[in-house]
């Protein structure tokens, strides 16, 4: 089993930044990549961003991509979600989710974290 913790949300201005951050524990050599989703009030949830965990490459989508980066950090289990050049319309509930070796599939997920950036 793995569990994901994020923290780092809250209010910002737009046109600032934020990072967010996902601590993983357990079972986590069993993790193939980690990704960042977000759900805003009235939308379906999104997918943001993944890395994959050995090697380090990273996919994002086109409405993030250029302000937004993933990275990781391996001795701590830690995956975070840097976001500049914030807008209202990343106002969301952000998720961090692992996906695993065995399904491929993004099995475990995180308690999410609200992030609103004001206008």
């Known amino acids: 089993q793995v569990q994901l913790v994020e923290s780092g949300g809250g209010l910002v201005q737009a046109g600032g930044s934020l990072r967010l951050s996902c601590a993983a524990s357990?079972?986590?050599?069993?993790?193939?990549?980690m990704g960042w989703f977000r759900q805003a009030p009235g939308k379906e949830r999104e997918f943001v961003a993944t890395?994959?965990?050995?090697?380090?490459?990273?996919h994002y989508s086109d409405s993030v991509k250029g302000r937004f980066t993933i990275s990781r950090d391996n001795a701590k289990n830690t995956v975070y979600l840097q976001m500049n050049s914030l807008e209202p319309e990343d106002t969301a509930d952000y998720y961090c989710?692992?996906?695993?070796?065995?399904?491929?599939?993004?099995?475990?997920w995180g308690q999410g974290t609200q992030v609103t950036v004001s206008s």
């Open positions: 989710a692992a996906k695993s070796v065995r399904t491929r599939a993004f099995d475990y």
């Open positions: 357990g079972r986590t050599f069993s993790v193939y990549a």
């Open positions: 890395i994959i965990w050995s090697g380090g490459s990273t």
